[in-house]
């Protein structure tokens, strides 16, 4: 079965850095694009960052852009996100999410159990 | 950016009953492709988001049949037909036609 395990999530000081993991396994990861999308407390989903299944392509949102980097290792079926310059708005619930592939290739299907982040002083 | 907008934010039914939540998107959804990429996503409190519906109204494997999505263009709908208790969470609609935006969610709680 799909499984999704995010971790590297903890509370960091604003302005200092953060690496998000994501194991994938029960698919082949590397035909699969991939999401990061977080959840503030108690908020609505936001859709962070997209890499496509061989890295070829990658799109972030506004509120990210230049801070944080998406990437994946399909050699280790690990997808990561690498946050810099945290503000203490950054604070959510960071879940990996599949690419619907077979839906096609543009929405989402499976996700993981998420990580928190708390960026505070 | 597609704003999607979702109606109501609160819906409270009584266990049996049917359940209706929209979503309108403020543009068109309809892809390049002809596909029309809108989602609706279950979250049950303490869970992540699960995928319910896919690309209007097709259900994700093993949602049951008494969940449906409908609609066209900008407007959709989510149903269920008769509401039970492991109902109660959060919606969402998704849109990935252009990008990746959500709705605000509808909380769906028994009366």
């Known amino acids: 079965q799909v499984q999704l395990v995010e971790s590297g999530g903890g509370v960091v000081q604003p302005g200092r850095s953060l690496r998000l993991s994501c194991a994938a396994s029960g698919f082949i990861f590397s035909n699969y694009g991939m999401h990061w999308v977080r959840q503030a407390p108690g908020k609505g989903l936001e859709w962070v960052a997209v890499i496509w299944y061989d890295a070829s392509k990658k799109y972030y949102a506004d509120s990210v852009k230049g801070r944080f980097t998406i990437s994946r290792d399909n050699s280790k079926n690990t997808l990561y996100l690498q946050m810099d310059s945290l503000r203490v708005e950054d604070t959510a619930v960071y879940y990996c999410v599949r690419i619907h592939v077979a839906a096609g290739g543009l929405g989402v299907d499976y996700w993981g159990q998420g990580t928190l982040v708390t960026v505070s002083s | 950016d597609i704003v999607m907008t979702q109606t109501p934010l609160s819906s409270p039914v009584t266990l049996g009953q049917p359940a209706s939540i929209s979503c309108r998107s403020s543009q068109s959804l309809v892809h390049s492709d002809g596909n029309t990429y809108l989602s609706w996503l279950q979250q049950r409190p303490g869970q992540p988001p699960r995928l319910l519906i896919y690309?209007?109204?097709n259900r994700f494997s093993g949602v049951p049949d008494r969940f449906s999505g409908s609609g066209a263009g900008t407007d959709f709908t989510l149903k269920i037909s008769r509401v039970e208790a492991e109902d109660v969470g959060v919606y969402y609609c998704m849109q990935a036609t252009e990008f990746w935006t959500f709705g605000q969610g509808t909380k769906l709680e028994i009366k």
């Open positions: 690309k209007i109204s």
